[in-house]
């Protein structure tokens, strides 16, 4: 059973074929707010249209207004600071030695103890920028293709088509680089798990 509550012995026989990952059944945390909400929607009505429920939530979040098929990250960003605030949200790790040497000199001036201000400045960095906006839209998106498929095991040629540019977004190194340095690579792992089992999910399309 995994932090999902996905059980493989309950999977539709497609998605025991095609979903051979260990992290789909033990340790993977993508996609959970997405597979939590859809279960129940699906429990209460087995007819519910994914595409359907992923533009009703991102209504309800105030997500309505971001174009699902955008790949274009400056219009990406300006989506992710209008959510989040440029105050609270840093735009890339490309900015963080810039904004680091700024304010370690401000921290240095007021009489700060500098190695509990840079553990402080690196942990703030990285947990602000894991709040863009884009990142959650994707993951949701995510998390609804593959539990549908492993409800169901079939998906719509919508739903595959946002799936891909969902998850081309979060390989895109401008997305990679807003987690933190040791959660990288075994972000950059899951979804090229992901992109691959999208493939071969081809075959299941309803």
Known sequence: MSPLDLNIKKAHANAKKTLNSHFYWSDTDLGYDAVEIFKDAKNNDKTTSPISFIKE????????NFNLYETDFKIIEEFNEQK????QY???????????????EEAEGMGYDIFEWEASFAANFENNSMDAASIRVDDFIIGVCFFQ???????????RELTKIALDRECDFNSIC???HELRDSRLKELTVLQADLLKMEAYIK
């Open 178 to 180: 807003k987690f933190p």
């Open 57 to 64: 939530y991102f209504e309800k979040w105030g997500y309505d």
């Open 84 to 87: 989040n605030g440029s105050d």
């Open 90 to 104: 840093f735009q890339s790790y490309e900015c963080y030695e810039d904004i680091k040497k700024e304010m370690e």
């Open 149 to 159: 498929f492993y409800l169901d095991g079939f998906i719509s040629e919508e739903l």
